[in-house]
């Protein structure tokens, strides 16, 4: 057993520690855009606040506090910084796949004697995982936009199994995880729209050997979990036996409400420092359209943060029936949970554009303007693999619900 850093610590607490960095994450926006990543100040907070083990097994040092806290601090970092919020939850999260399906073994090596871990990783297989000898796979290649690599401990990351005889396709999916010590950041994070600070870098692996026993047969879109998994009965915690893909949407619902509250944020000092051409003692704070305009706003975002959270404890009572054996976590339920998660998102998005960003006046959507940095943020996210799925998640979604297959239709084109 590893000791969490503050055993007694509480999930009000972390929350009221990820509100308490915002006016300081505000502050460090322009220099994590310059960076491409959030700073080594901020990385040192997260270490101090605990953020990193929000969902990491207590066995390993970790809290274990759950989806709905973990949104919630993903939710107000991100409302301090779009590209810090991205980063963070993108490397705090897949300690959540790690400790559900790899062995006892593995989980004890991949923690350590300290629990210091963070994973960046994407959900695309690259290249094949080649045996050498019984007890070791050989990975070669890039993985593209891994968020949050510059202070990742490990790489979560997809291949395949490689083919069983020269000439035949590869095998099937293979999780694995990667010491930073078999990989090397590129720095080829650049140029981007939006998130220019998430640290979204390709990691490379050149002939890359890391023991057998840190690698599954096992996709992310697929976790092998239902009736319960290693990670459930390992750790007495129905947590971790869930699907991720409703889990990674969830993440990305997260950050874009975080992101249109950092817009109603600005929108409201916008309008309370913008005096009238005519009156200009009074301000743009004192007209009903500018008044309606961000009600209307923060009624929307909170709307989406209450079906965030709701959805979050579906997530985690799905969960808790799949290891209690009342009833399995199946791809149609995680199909629910994702498009739920998916439509909050895009109703943070749909705010975000069609209101605050619209109606703030166009001097803001200059360089340097945290309105426009928001809007181009939020542009990004729309083009992550994520919300690409809308279209298969609901088509599976309509299936389920007549009785039809659904595991057919590839969420990923």
Request: glycine share 8%; proline share 7%.
């Amino acid at each position: 057993m590893i000791a969490a850093p503050e055993p007694a610590l509480t999930e009000r607490e972390l929350v009221e520690r990820a509100v308490a960095l915002r006016p300081v994450l505000l502050e460090r926006q322009a220099e994590t855009e310059r960076l491409t990543h959030y700073p080594e100040s901020t990385h040192d907070d997260f270490l101090r606040a605990g953020f990193y083990r929000m969902l990491q097994p207590r066995r390993y040092g970790g809290y274990a506090f759950g989806l709905p806290v973990f949104y919630r601090v993903v939710t107000e970092i991100a409302r301090g910084c779009p590209s810090t919020g991205w980063a963070l939850s993108l490397t705090a999260a897949h300690v959540l796949q790690v400790a559900s399906v790899f062995e006892e073994k593995a989980q004890d090596e991949v923690f350590g004697t300290d629990g210091d871990f963070r994973a960046a990783s994407t959900v695309l297989p690259i290249g094949v995982a080649e045996p050498d000898g019984d007890d070791h796979v050989v990975l070669d290649g890039t993985w593209p936009y891994s968020s949050g690599s510059p202070y990742s401990t490990h790489y979560v990351g997809q291949t395949l199994r490689a083919p069983a005889r020269p000439g035949a396709e590869p095998g099937p999916h293979v999780l694995f995880v990667a010491p930073r010590e078999v990989w090397t950041v590129l720095d080829d994070w650049h140029g981007v729209l939006g998130l220019r600070g998430s640290g979204s870098n390709s990691i490379r692996m050149e002939r890359a050997r890391i023991p057998a026993h840190l690698t599954c047969e096992a996709g992310l879109l697929d976790l092998p979990v239902e009736g319960g998994s290693v990670g459930s009965k390992l750790h007495n915690n129905p947590m971790y036996a869930g699907r991720a893909p409703g889990f990674f949407h969830g993440e990305l619902a997260a950050i874009m409400i975080g992101t249109a509250y950092a817009a109603a944020d600005e929108y409201a000092r916008i309008v309370a420092a913008r005096p009238l051409v005519l009156e200009p003692d009074r301000t743009r704070a004192d007209l009903h359209d500018y008044q309606r305009h961000l009600g209307e706003a923060l009624g929307t975002i909170h709307t989406a943060e209450a079906a965030l959270q709701h959805t979050a404890q579906e997530w985690m009572e799905t969960c808790r029936r799949n290891s209690t054996g009342e009833a399995p976590f199946t791809m149609a339920e995680d199909n629910r949970l994702a498009l739920m998660f998916l439509n909050a998102g895009r109703m943070a998005w749909d705010v975000l554009q069609n209101t605050l960003f619209r109606t703030a006046g166009s001097r803001h959507a200059r360089d340097g303007e945290r309105m426009q940095r928001y809007f181009r943020d939020a542009a990004t996210y729309l083009t992550h693999v994520g919300p690409s799925m809308a279209e298969p998640l609901a088509r599976r979604a309509g299936c389920d619900r007549l009785g039809l297959p659904s595991a057919h239709i590839p969420l990923i084109p």
